[in-house]
């Protein structure tokens, strides 16, 4: 890039590369026109207008080519960009008034009066003459202007800082002659009566002031100013040794920025805050606080400026620095705050803990607000804090916790609506409307973080030519992201570096641990991991949510990993850890179908439940993880640890599916125990969603892989592999797993948790199909106690579920009713709607064989809406069947017929013939009553093939109808 400069404090001169530029009287104006507008474009109109005020030549627009064309030939072509309408200086141009500005601006914000005096005199410096001296276009008179008053105010600012300095002798000089040139400026009348005062020569002081009532009388007819008045009084009732108090009151917050959005809420509660009156005893202070980056200053300057007139004291900010390297130190902060509340130089003492006293005494009794902006720590804040009366405003990144008594006002990133509304007040509305979707993503991109959205606004007006969408593309980057969101001393990086730096090594190392994981969010108790969790919230670098959780912001993310050096060894450390607990909280949850690991420690059971739906996105997140990271081994048994919270909470069941087959898929890496464990789960899984022909060769596989010691894994095998053969009228199949389940337990008795699952398995299996077995019974109530006991809250439901069905087919309905009602009733306790509305069919189903057709209609309305929610084809199947059934029995077979039909065509999807025979045969039944027996006589020979299939109780009755259905088929 070419070294551009103009020079406009004097002469106008324009250099390349250190080299001067000739410049013609109109190209010296044209130029000079454009550094003036800062940047900003100037239309062909304003130009012309501006170089020839009185009258335009003819061809006026192709003058301005033409001295255009001249600039680019002598400078270079890239020094002017033709933007629509007009003209705009690169970019890259320095311009000697922006310095000045700056060097101003740098000067006012700083607390310490040596450097501020050091910048003024180099900001001075560079003025050789007035503005724009050898040039006369209109264009340049605002500027011209507005450098004027800045160069006066830049005098009287390096007055003020010498005086604080105590050189009041020394500065006298200076003062008279400035005085003299400026008559009119009363600050500077005022500062060299304080001068003079303070150097013993009161007689002095006060004929200054004579002075410069005489000249304001005879040139305008007007008095001086309040603040010099009461200068004026405080001389002429001081003693010789005593310093004038301040002549002014204090009233230094910066400017609030006009691209404020959103925050309502914030600056609700920040308002509200400082409309307290502050206690008597001690100040009343407010830290807002939250991520580097999210408007913290912003906020708290609005707040205060709709707040000042409650103080009537005055308002004292101070910029802490603390997120920098160089900290403001406490006592230089208050060495500022007494000059400006009117302490001599000379009076202020040197200690911090005396210039403190000093001040907090000044303030006694005071409302004065203090601002002390960008907070380090507690530590630095606390000298600051005035006495009671008064409010501190502190914002910090630092939660700062060793301030007793604070009112906390937390950040987080703005909502969507607030950041698009804050990039369209920066790089325009119609452009941001124009491509809403691309200005979504960079809106999500910048992490809805204000600071990064600024940049990215700011980026965008400076290129009109830049489509949002081209931005979005290079923020898409990740390597470049950080880099494309710094812009003229607005930096993302920086804002984060200071509060990473200042980590203790441990949090750093976990900040670079987890940065490189794809979770979104932690939780996990660990006593290693759960204090630096703590640490790195405290730093504002990862964001403490109100569930316990944390999580990281993606651009913190992003800079972590530019910072810390970590490999694939630690990010697998991280993990194993997290594994550990998964463990724990596996073997605590209510839930025992499918076999655990023994872990010690204990957890309680609804904290494991709480832990897994928490860290259930987080574990998904980890296996993908360990899978890229070649860990497929640890992946697959932290798979294996959501096996139960999955068939709990069967809402999970899909994608805890999709995790099993991904670590699947990498079968060939595992190890043969895991390898079995994780087959066993997915064929568990599919049998759970009804899927049994995808069950069955897993569960075939697993049970023959768990040998030896693996007995638990055996049993569930063999009792997943006997439910989902029999679905599929694989009848010798069963039958043959099942026996070999008995004989297996049998053999090993006592296994564990499963023992009550392989009971209610057996209970079940002769239950469905032999209605009133005593062997049903005696099962299904044996494994309810070993469930009950064993503390599988989940097993217990449904072997009571089961157990009521025993009791319905036995037409023993109070103690069905009674055993049902509980199940739904756990089933709720468990928090898994899928088993609820599955106990709720249950139920329904025993009210309409029990007679209560009103009582099944309600309930069956209800799960014929939750099982379509749910996406749960079998069970909106029955349901559909069942309430078919009711519409029957109430004579309306029309409703009957659509409810069934519907019934049958899932079934028939879905491929499981038991259930399909069932609503085949009410079906029959339907068309019967509406007279169309061929329909009946068809539909009741499938449903019969089906029963005797199974060698189910329901054929003989079948058979019976069927032949009164051909007998009136024929007769039709």
Known sequence: MRGYQIAVLGRVELSVDGTAVPLAPLERAFVASLAAQRGRIVS?????DGLWPERPPAGARNRVQAIVASVRRNATPELILTRSPGYQLNAAVIVDAAEFAAAVQAATATTDARRAVTLLDQALARWRDDAFVDVGATLVDIERDRLRELREHAIELRVEALLSLGLHREVVPELTTLVRDRPLR???RGQLMVALHRSGRQAEALAVYRDGVRILAEEHGIDPGPQLRQLHREILGSEQETSPRAWVRPSQLPGVTGDFVGRDKELGLLL??????????????????GLAG???????????????????????????????????RPGAVLGAFLRSLGVAGEAIPTAAEERAALYRSILADQAMMVMLDSAADAAQVRPLLPPGGSTALVTSTAALPGLAGTEVVALDVLPLDDGLELLAGLAGAERIDREAAAATDVVELCGR?????RIAGVRLAEREAMTVARLRDRLRDERRRLDELSLDGLDVRTSFTVGFERLAPPAARLLGVLSRTSLRSFGMSDESTEPLLEQLCRAHLLTADPDGRVRMHDLVRLHARERTDVDADQVIAFYTRLHAHAVRAAAALPCKALPVADAPGVIDPWDAVEWFEAERESLLAAVRDLLGLDAVDLAGRLA???GNFAMMRSQHLPEF???????????????????MSLRLHLGTAYRMLNRYAEAVPLLRAAHRDSRGPLVAHRLVALHGYSLCCRQLGRLREADAALLLMVRTCAAHWPVGPVDGHVLLTLGMQYGQYQHTSPLAYAACEAGLRLLADGGDLWGAALARESIGLLHRHAEQWPQALEHLR???TDAGRLGDRMSVTTAEQALAATYLAAGDSASARRLLTRTVRAFRELRHEWGEAISRRLLGKVHLEEGDAERAVAELEGSVAMLRGIGQPFPLANSLSLLARAYATLARHDRAAALGEEALRIFEHFDAAYADDLRERLTDWRSAAHAQ
């Open 822 to 824: 509980q199940a739904v």
């Open 657 to 675: 599916v999709d995790c099993l087959r991904g670590v699947l898929d990498r079968h060939a890496d595992l190890p043969s125990p895991t390898r």
């Open 272 to 289: 509200s805050l400082l409309g307290r009156t502050p206690p008597a005893g001690a100040a009343q202070v407010v830290v807002v606080t």
């Open 640 to 642: 294996c640890t959501m």
């Open 186 to 188: 009363e600050r500077l």
């Open 294 to 328: 999210t408007g913290k200053t912003t906020l708290a300057l609005r707040a205060a400026h709709a707040s000042r007139h409650r103080f009537s004291a005055g308002c004292l900010y101070a910029d802490l620095r603390g997120n920098t390297a160089d900290p403001a």
């Open 449 to 453: 973080l204000p600071l990064a959205l």
């Open 44 to 48: 062909v109109e304003r130009l012309i």
